[in-house]
């Protein structure tokens, strides 16, 4: 019994584009990391390192959280289609 052929696989194929997506990936990971530690440190000191707006703080993390949620979503699913 043969193993069948893969060579139409997402990472085989796309392999850039797929290294790429996990390098965005990482970085937002890291970046969601770093956020709530910046959450941890504002609780305990309130006026360091704040932005101009409450708002915009909320709109940043709140973006931040989702794009590592859809990007890390997206690796598992092509990670899945193999």
Known sequence: MT??????SPRRNGTRHFQFLEAV???SLILTMLALAWM???AYE??????????AEVIVV?????????LVSLIALLHTRD
């Open 3 to 8: 193993k069948p052929d893969r060579d139409d």
């Open 25 to 27: 990936a990482a970085a």
């Open 46 to 55: 309130p006026t360091w390192l704040r932005f101009a707006a409450v708002e």
């Open 62 to 70: 709140v973006a931040l959280f989702s794009a590592a949620l859809v």
């Open 40 to 42: 941890i440190v504002v």
